[in-house]
């Protein structure tokens, strides 16, 4: 076996690439040592990146573009199949994919909002469900069924399996969704529930793990197909180092946090957004945002000049010189008439009792949307 590319019939287990030992940058890269090591021993295949991902969750930047990622997910419409389409629950408009029926073309979409687990236990999940699927409608997509799980938890695993085996009807499933959504964690628990052990797919909170598209057969004839990840500019994580998106995305339910303010006062969330309550008798208002990110208040006249002095010091993240890279904040005003949440893509929402003005400074590409509350 020479030191050239190796041919098709090695692929890594972990992220779908073709095992190659020539170019260290490229995408399926694995030392031609470490590949015979491998093979001797006759343990799972993974390239470089997916071993240093697992032993070490060190993430090395993939090679594939946005409109490979794209041109992969495009190819489903010419199949016959069923599409598992996941979302995130604690960012359904960052992880939503426009024109998902045009990639994925009359094939049935079964959809999965995944980290149910992070919601407090006083959301009424019919509520929940009932917003998934009014949401959806506006994205032209009728699902067969909406199911809340958690791949993190377990949460209606068995019962997403048998959705799946209820709507495919004997065919492929393919599951895709934009980076983030835990889409891995959630195929390695079915992985298991379909009767395989331990943990396949490598999982990362880093986008663009999973390079090409894995099959796990059901059976002889039809696979559960992973596809890769969508990077989706939308969501707050883009716009912070490795290091911090561990602090912005949570790892178990949100614990609410309420200031009574009054109007002409702001609160910080970290470095990241601001949050000015401009006018209005005085009001409650709810942070469900994750823990890991400290809250601060000032008065609004003094915001701008706070800021400035303490963004990267004492509102964090992001850090230090991280904070130079972060993407000024743009004003986004909001009229409340009623019980309403402001959702952060990527980062929460913020929920606000009575009317006012309120105005969200956050990166421009980030969404800040106004919905009915669903607490």
Avoid at 79 to 107: H, P, Q, T, W
Avoid at 108 to 122: G, M, Q, R, T
Avoid at 315 to 338: A, H, Q, R, S, W
Wanted: glycine share 8%; with cysteine; hydrophobic share 35%.
């Amino acid at each position: 076996m020479g030191g050239g590319l190796i041919m098709e019939q090695y692929v890594c287990i972990g992220c779908g690439a073709t095992i190659q030992t020539e170019d260290p940058k490229g995408t399926g890269y694995t030392p031609q040592s470490a590949l015979n090591k491998m093979l001797e021993s006759e343990c799972p295949l993974y390239c470089q990146r997916c071993f240093r991902l697992r032993n070490y969750n060190e993430l090395q930047p993939a090679s594939l573009t946005d409109d490979d990622f794209l041109k992969m997910l495009s190819s489903i419409a010419d199949e016959d199949a069923l599409v598992v389409f996941v979302v995130d629950l604690f960012d359904l408009y960052g992880s939503m994919i426009s024109g998902l029926k045009r990639f994925v073309g009359d094939n049935p979409i079964l959809f999965v909002a995944n980290k149910v687990d992070l919601y407090p236990k006083s959301v009424n999940r019919n509520r929940l469900k009932a917003w998934i699927e009014r949401h959806a409608k506006e994205y032209g997509i009728k699902p067969v069924d909406t199911l809340l799980v958690s791949g993190h938890k377990r949460i209606q695993i068995d019962e997403l399996l048998e959705k799946i085996n209820e709507y495919r009807k004997g065919k492929d499933a393919y599951v895709v969704g934009v980076t983030n959504v835990g889409k891995s964690t959630l195929i390695n628990k079915l992985i298991q529930s379909i009767g395989e052990t331990g943990e396949v797919i490598t999982t990362s909170q880093y986008p663009g793990t999973t390079l090409g598209q894995i099959d796990i057969p059901f059976d002889e004839h039809s696979s559960l197909v992973d596809t890769p990840g969508i990077i989706h500019r939308h969501q707050i994580t883009h716009y912070l180092a490795e290091k911090e998106m561990k602090k912005v995305l949570p790892q178990k339910e949100l614990q609410p946090k309420t200031f009574q303010l009054n109007s002409e006062q702001t609160i910080f969330i970290g470095g990241l957004i601001r949050v000015d309550y401009e006018q209005g008798e005085r009001n409650s208002f709810t942070f469900y945002t994750p823990q890991t990110i400290d809250l601060h208040r000032t008065k609004l006249e003094k915001a701008t000049e706070f800021y400035a002095k303490h963004a990267g010091t004492l509102l964090t993240p992001p850090t230090g010189d991280n904070m130079k890279l972060y993407p000024k904040l743009v004003k986004k005003t909001f009229t409340i008439k009623e019980k309403t949440d402001l959702v952060i893509a990527g980062l929460g929402w913020v929920t606000i009792q009575k009317p006012g003005t309120v105005s969200v400074w956050s990166p421009k590409e980030v969404d800040v949307i106004q919905r009915q509350s669903i607490i």
